[in-house]
């Protein structure tokens, strides 16, 4: 009862430091300006959140494709390679069509991953040191090949040992490559911006300011004008509501499908699959356009409505 008692009098302290007309004007100007905060905090949210969606799920997720396309790629050379060199064809074919094209192709798919590398310098110097690395390998298999179009076989053999060096260490620096491209995607996706409990708070505070404000509104208006509720008020809260719970939501689910994909990702390289046989990124995630116009739309409502619930008070003192 005592902290009842002294809730009531702090307000009516409070509600004595200003006429109720001045208090009208200044809660309707702050208000106002909250519904714009969660305005533009919504667009705020949507904007980084669905950036950082996209940025992973092209850039991030075709970076790891490019490499695992690599590998792929110096596999199948390598075993090309190999399989000329069995045949005793070197002399004829060189060391095979088969590796001519699947060297080419992994050589293409590093170009690639250079392009897509979202894993910053570090990602970069890797790229560059594997593609060195994929140079001397192709060094060496040509070497192996003229020695054996030679006619000195045992040094040919002793060549190509050397090029499966290359070709061991070459295919774990691109295994490496591929985790640090992987990594920088969960790093991204694991960004404040992408967390469901950031995603809500962000747009719940001034929600709770809102509710502060229509509360007060309430106090005012029932000890200087005799009114209990404001219904224009109310109904700007809803809408403030609406807006809150469209956006955070909308922004959630689209997280949540964006971490989804990349557990997707991961998987299928675990089993060895082609990244193109997992479903795209865009399965399931919404337009931001849309969400983004259907907050300002919402917002503009409030923002009218709550100006007007405060018009009758304030016209009965002009």
């Known amino acids: 009862m005592l902290r009842a008692g002294g809730g009531r009098g702090l307000a009516r302290r409070c509600y004595a430091r200003a006429h109720p007309v001045t208090w009208l004007r200044w ?28 940025l992973t799920s092209t850039h991030g997720v075709r970076a790891v494709a490019d490499v695992t396309a690599a590998r792929q790629a110096l596999s199948a050379a390598s075993a090309g390679v190999q399989r000329s060199f069995a045949a005793g064809a070197v002399p004829l074919t060189g060391a095979g069509e088969a590796y001519t094209a699947a060297i080419a192709s992994a050589g293409q798919d590093l170009v690639l991953a250079a392009e897509d590398n979202v ?11 594997a593609d060195g690395q994929l140079s001397s390998y192709q060094a060496q298999v040509g070497q192996a090949s003229d020695d054996f179009a030679a006619g000195d076989p ?41 967390a469901e409990g950031t995603l809500w708070l962000v747009l719940l505070v001034p929600l709770a300011a809102l509710l502060t404000l229509a509360g007060w509104t309430s106090y005012v208006l029932r000890a200087g004008f005799r ?43 675990s089993a060895h699959q082609t990244i193109t046989a997992v479903p795209g990124p865009d399965a399931g995630i919404g337009s931001s356009g849309w969400t983004l116009l259907a907050g300002l739309a919402l917002a503009g409502v409030a923002a009218f409505l709550a100006f007007n619930a405060y018009q009758p008070r304030l016209r009965e003192y002009r």
């Open 154 to 194: 045992l040094l040919a053999r002793a060549e190509l040992g050397y090029a499966s060096i290359l070709f061991g260490d070459l295919f774990a620096e691109l295994g490496q490559l591929g985790t640090a491209e992987l990594d920088a995607v969960g790093g991204q996706l694991g960004s404040a911006w992408l």
């Open 27 to 54: 809660l309707r100007v702050v208000t106002v300006i909250v519904i714009a905060v969660t305005a533009v905090l919504g667009w705020l949210e949507t904007a980084q959140a669905h950036g950082e969606i996209t």
């Open 119 to 129: 894993a910053g310098p570090d990602g970069s110097d890797q790229v560059q040191f």
């Open 227 to 269: 009114r209990l509720l404001s219904v224009p008020l109310i109904a700007a809260t809803l809408v403030t509501l609406g807006l809150v719970v469209l956006v955070a939501a909308a922004n959630s689910h689209d997280s949540y499908h964006a971490l989804r994909y990349e557990q997707q990702v991961v998987l299928a390289l």
